[in-house]
């Protein structure tokens, strides 16, 4: 690879997890060697000539490569020294760096303490001390907010295109695909396309479709497609689902889908990255869930008919304090029975905060919660969290211990113990289908196999409301996929979910969504209320991250930045 022929573009890695991204963009930073063949980086061999190709190109990994413990001066600092910049011309580079990442008053601040939207932008900041000609980025905007997406994408344009610089870039968002030059789809270490994200786009065309079938919920209907043959992707929307298929028409729906009403529509670059990885990889297409009475809830449905009034979880003036800070501002709202709930936040906005005092972690200042009718602050701990599945950020897995060890402590912590507790791991393991990965240790999985156990440990004692805390943050959109129709149809069977995440794609499969902004509700209500609620003459067809980034401009400031 002879990236002085590609100066001044933007190139983007596409892939499954375990395709081979991270390890790619690690040879050709010169940190890891290859076993055969040969790459050139402006004219060096990376793994002969990594210490002088490194004082010529800035590496991001994924956790941002940032000292926590350092302040964000001596972060840039260190970067500085390990490239042998001057000190005398550090003030000169730092001064405009500090000041379109916004860091400039955060100096003093250490890096561990800074929102995961700022450690983003000290990073690529890190990245960028020494003004390289190449730039390569791991994910650089996994697990942050749509707005410091954009902020981030207006820094890598003002400071790396008009500086002539590359741009190498690996990342699980499809919809950034567009911003970039060239895209590399990945897939076992191979390449199964190449090419403008315009020309990979027009292969997709004629092969999309909505479907929509009267009286079935695009949350019914999607996994009933995903199992249609001739149907490479399926994915539910707003008011339909939308589908990829081999030819250029439909297949024929079998039973009470011969009733779909359907319609092309204009592909997009995800459209074109599931055809080409159902056409290149075609065993990677998982099957669609089976249904959640093999997860043991067939004797506990409530439904969306029966339950649809019925509240699982009520909060009413809920406030949190951290000394002076108030991460939690009285919050009110509620989620109720069977009803996927979506939490949307800023980094910083108080979602997690919110998490963990529904589970019992943290106690409010004050204000009012129940769970399941049953007061949070008054009633056994224990048992209110018999009723909870939490999974959080970290997906909270132990990682020396296999899958099935997992589980079983899992398990263990419910209660559960001899034939009941075996039965109980085999049903999720085959479910989930994590059999083959039983004996491996969970922090060796690829991301998206961490993310299935995650789901399977908080779902290991049947609770009847799941709290999922950006579980699908950093994971493929095939990973994406088997999650949402897992969590649809476990809805469909009366569990409540209440979820944050930071994709607005994902947040469209919500009933209802709540917005907040430093703690505060900003907004509550349908996807299609919400994004009505930003409908104007320039723009008369929002996206709901377009609503979202409107109301968050619409918060002064100071106390944005409180």
Known sequence: MNTNNNRGLFITLEGIDGAGKTTLLRILAGILGADSGQARILGFDPSAEASALQRHLGYMPQKFGLYEDLTVAENLDLHADLHGVPEDRREELYAPLLSMTALGPFRARLAGKLSGGMKQKLGVACSLVHAPPLLLLDEPTVGVDPVSRRELWEILTRQVRDKNTTLLVSTAYMDEASRFDRVVILYNGKVLGEGRPEDLILEARGHVFHVVVPAWS???????LARVPGILDAVGEEDGVRIVVEETAPPPFPGELAQARTGAVSPRFEDAFMQRLAHGAPGERRKAPSSPENLGWENKRTGLTDGAKEESIVIRDLTRYFGSFCAVNHLTFSVRRGEIFGLLGANGAGKTTTFRMLSGLLLPTSGELRIDGQDVLSSEVARIRGRLGYMSQKFSLYSQLTVRQNLTFFTSAYGM????????????????????????????????FRQRLALAASLAHEPSILLL??????????????????????????????????????????????????????????????????????????????????????????????
């Open 417 to 448: 113990g001899g034939r009941r507790q075996r039965d109980r791991i085999a049903e999720i393991e085959e479910f989930f289908e994590l059999s083959p990965y039983r004996d491996e240790s969970a922090g060796l999985l690829p991301l998206g």
């Open 469 to 562: 805390d950006e579980p699908t943050s950093g994971v493929d959109p095939v990973a994406r996929r088997e999650f949402w129709r897992t969590i649809s149809q476990l809805s469909l069977w009366g569990v409540s979910v209440l979820v944050t995440t930071h994709f607005m794609t994902e947040a469209e499969y919500c009933d209802r969504v709540a917005i907040m902004a430093q703690g505060r509700l900003l907004a509550l209500g349908s996807p299609a209320e919400i994004k009505g609620q930003a409908r104007t003459s320039e723009c008369p067809t929002p996206t709901l991250e377009d609503a979202f980034i409107g109301l968050l401009e619409k918060v002064p400031p100071a106390e944005a930045s409180a």
């Open 218 to 224: 695009p949350r019914k209907l999607e996994p009933f």
